[in-house]
């Protein structure tokens, strides 16, 4: 039997890498293996992923070291960084620079930089449409990773760029769900109007992944994105309102009342969803759904992932 290709992953024990990483452990057939970088070998996650067998190397993301024993004899590489860990897009791009080396270093064959927009390239800093951020950004925990790309690009390192989507399970662990209103209502708040956004389960990110790999070579210099969905703030709640059996109000603000919610990142985020209304074209372009699907073919709509998660979504 042909020895498998090995794939190593950042964040395998996070959204978008542990994704991938089942994708693959869980396909008898699959032509890969797969290598995990993790922080704590003992975590639940890295054990239940060890179990699988997937080989487990503990480490850290700003250890060169780490990251050589990582990708030592990998034909691929799945990396995606963290900006919520610290807030900070600077090391984000570091974090992209490093990686970029490491897999030109190692040889790598393919590799999969998650990676967002750079959304200066669409509003300038002298814009004031949208305040600038950390003084150089416009969405910090876009432009980090967008301005990450480069490094691979200027490394000749054969990489496929796989833009995300907004995470439904964000309205599950982030805090992004409905919210009971003074009058006990509740209300999905979101500063979109009436445009459409890209929406996908996490975990589906890892399985699209796992088709561009499968893809293979053809797949290398292109930007591909993903979404399971797109749709409304209204036609969410919506949804939502038939997934928990409680009428869920969208309730539509402005990107400014959003940044002014004062949660750790508002400003960010407010300023990410007046990317995701004012330049809905570009955004949703490239996040196509029916491309989604031809890399994973399980991709879920929003219905399907609300009939699995809904009542994990919490309503106070």
């Not at 950042?10 to 542990?18: I, M, N, V, Y």
């Not at 994708?23 to 239940?48: C, G, P």
């Not at 409304?232 to 939502?240: C, I």
């Given at each position: 039997?042909?020895?498998?290709?090995?794939?190593?992953?950042?964040?395998?024990?996070?959204?978008?890498?542990?994704?991938?990483?089942?994708?693959?452990?869980?396909?008898?057939?699959?032509?890969?293996?797969?290598?995990?970088?993790?922080?704590?070998?003992?975590?639940?996650?890295?054990?239940?992923?060890?179990?699988?067998?997937?080989?487990?190397?503990?480490?850290?993301?700003?250890?060169?070291?780490?990251?050589?024993?990582?990708?030592?004899?990998?034909?691929?590489?799945?990396?995606?960084?963290?900006?919520?860990?610290?807030?900070?897009?600077?090391?984000?791009?570091?974090?992209?620079?490093?990686?970029?080396?490491?897999?030109?270093?190692?040889?790598?064959?393919?590799?999969?930089?998650?990676?967002?927009?750079?959304?200066?390239?669409?509003?300038?800093?002298?814009?004031?449409?949208?305040?600038?951020?950390?003084?150089?950004?416009?969405?910090?925990?876009?432009?980090?990773?967008?301005?990450?790309?480069?490094?691979?690009?200027?490394?000749?390192?054969?990489?496929?760029?796989?833009?995300?989507?907004?995470?439904?399970?964000?309205?599950?662990?982030?805090?992004?769900?409905?919210?009971?209103?003074?009058?006990?209502?509740?209300?999905?708040?979101?500063?979109?109007d009436d445009k459409k956004m890209a929406g996908i389960a996490s975990?589906?990110?890892?399985?699209?992944?796992?088709?561009?790999?499968?893809?293979?070579?053809?797949?290398?210099?292109?930007?591909?994105?993903?979404?399971?969905?797109?749709?409304?703030?209204?036609?969410?709640?919506?949804?939502?309102?038939?997934?928990?059996?409680?009428?869920?109000?969208?309730?539509?603000?402005?990107?400014?009342?959003?940044?002014?919610?004062?949660?750790?990142?508002?400003?960010?985020?407010?300023?990410?969803?007046?990317?995701?209304?004012?330049?809905?074209?570009?955004?949703?372009?490239?996040?196509?759904?029916?491309?989604?699907?031809?890399?994973?073919?399980?991709?879920?709509?929003?219905?399907?992932?609300?009939?699995?998660?809904?009542?994990?979504?919490?309503?106070?």
């Amino acid at each position: 039997m042909a020895q498998k290709k090995l794939i190593a992953i950042l964040g395998a024990t996070g959204a978008q890498g542990g994704g991938l990483a089942k994708a693959i452990l869980s396909d008898k057939n699959s032509e890969f293996s797969v290598r995990a970088l993790t922080r704590d070998a003992q975590s639940e996650k890295a054990k239940a992923l060890a179990a699988m067998g997937a080989e487990i190397i503990e480490g850290d993301i700003d250890s060169d070291e780490s990251l050589r024993k990582l990708l030592q004899g990998a034909y691929g590489a799945f990396f995606v960084t963290f900006f919520w860990a610290h807030f900070s897009a600077e090391k984000e791009t570091a974090e992209a620079k490093r990686l970029a080396n490491a897999a030109k270093e190692a040889g790598v064959q393919h590799v999969i930089w998650s990676t967002l927009e750079d959304t200066r390239n669409y509003v300038p800093l002298d814009d004031d449409s949208m305040p600038t951020l950390h003084g150089k950004y416009k969405v910090p925990h876009f432009d980090g990773k967008g301005e990450g790309d480069q490094f691979f690009i200027e490394a000749g390192v054969p990489t496929t760029f796989l833009r995300a989507s907004f995470y439904w399970d964000n309205f599950i662990y982030f805090g992004s769900g409905p919210k009971k209103g003074p009058d006990g209502k509740l209300y999905l708040t979101l500063p979109l109007d009436d445009k459409k956004m890209a929406g996908i389960a996490s975990e589906d990110i890892g399985k699209a992944a796992y088709g561009i790999f499968k893809a293979g070579k053809e797949m290398i210099g292109k930007t591909v994105g993903v979404a399971g969905e797109h749709l409304t703030g209204q036609e969410m709640a919506t949804a939502l309102s038939k997934a928990i059996g409680q009428e869920v109000i969208f309730n539509n603000v402005t990107p400014k009342t959003y940044r002014g919610f004062g949660f750790p990142g508002a400003d960010d985020l407010g300023n990410m969803f007046q990317f995701y209304r004012d330049f809905d074209e570009v955004c949703n372009t490239v996040r196509d759904v029916n491309n989604s699907r031809k890399l994973n073919p399980e991709l879920q709509s929003f219905d399907q992932w609300l009939q699995a998660n809904a009542a994990k979504i919490p309503l106070d």
